[in-house]
């Protein structure tokens, strides 16, 4: 376990234009992806229209499928220190199901993302889902623990949900609350325009192999 994630985070030695270039390139393909994840949900169109949108996307897959990889993305980075987490299940550029476009990260140790919920993250109908919304906080609370000087793993997530947190424009943020030895206590929300939906106060560890690793890992600032 301890030896795959290390063997996943790799400098590929990219120069910072081509990785500007797959930014542009793999980027919008995501985009479109997420937008064919609701659609898929919600469109009316008849069936023989179906039949022919699927014969449009057995065509685009032919396409995709002629130069792949095969395993998870990992964290890539080059020489000038521009770290990747493009699979990320919650911010990766190339993650179609990925809800965050951009994490931000304040001089004062809070982190704060805006970001949007379709339909594709429902749970209680017309409301977001409870695992959704802890997705995002366990990222969102990680985040803060790195960017304040302490990564860790999730140790201890525990989600307080205050009320239903709706689809559509949502706010999350955290920071560090205190730190004691290799654990990071961290807390922050999910708000929508009304105020908090939900709170989550997370341990985040610092494991022996990433003390010991620490300066080939992703702890930079200029994470993307
Ligand atoms: C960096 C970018 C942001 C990333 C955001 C996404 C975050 C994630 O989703 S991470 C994935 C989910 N988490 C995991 O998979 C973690 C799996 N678990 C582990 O790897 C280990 O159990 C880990 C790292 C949590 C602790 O392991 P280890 O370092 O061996 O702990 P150990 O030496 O036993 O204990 C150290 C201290 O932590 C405490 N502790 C151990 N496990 C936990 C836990 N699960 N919860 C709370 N405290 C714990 C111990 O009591 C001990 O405390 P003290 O020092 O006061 O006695």
Not at 180 to 208: L, M, N, S, W, Y
Request: aromatic residues 6%; hydrophobic residues 35%.
């Amino acid at each position: 376990m301890t030896d795959s994630i290390l063997d996943l985070h790799i400098n590929d030695g990219l120069t910072d234009e081509e990785i500007d270039h797959e930014k542009n390139t793999y980027g919008p393909l995501a985009e479109d992806v997420r937008e064919l994840i609701l659609l898929a949900l919600q469109t009316r169109v008849d069936a023989d229209d179906v039949a022919r949108a699927r014969e449009h996307l057995a065509a685009a897959r032919e396409i995709l499928e002629r130069d792949r990889e095969t395993g998870p993305y990992g964290t890539r980075y080059n020489d000038s220190g521009r770290y990747r987490t493009w699979g990320n299940a919650v911010m990766g550029l190339r993650n179609a199901i990925a809800p965050i476009g951009e994490i931000h990260e304040e001089p004062d140790g809070r982190v704060w993302a805006d970001f949007r919920l379709n339909p594709a993250y429902e749970g209680p109908a017309g409301h977001t889902h409870g695992g959704v919304t802890a997705l995002v906080l366990d990222q969102i609370l990680g985040d803060a623990a790195r960017a304040g000087g302490h990564p860790g793993m999730t140790g201890t997530l525990t989600v307080r949900y205050r009320r239903r947190t709706p689809l559509g424009a949502l706010h999350a943020e955290a920071r560090i609350d205190r730190v004691e030895g290799r654990k990071t206590f961290v807390k922050g929300h999910i708000a929508d325009a009304e105020g908090v939906c939900v709170e989550a106060e997370g341990i985040f560890i610092a494991p022996q192999w990433m003390i010991e690793h620490r300066e080939n890992l992703d702890t930079s600032p200029r994470r993307e």
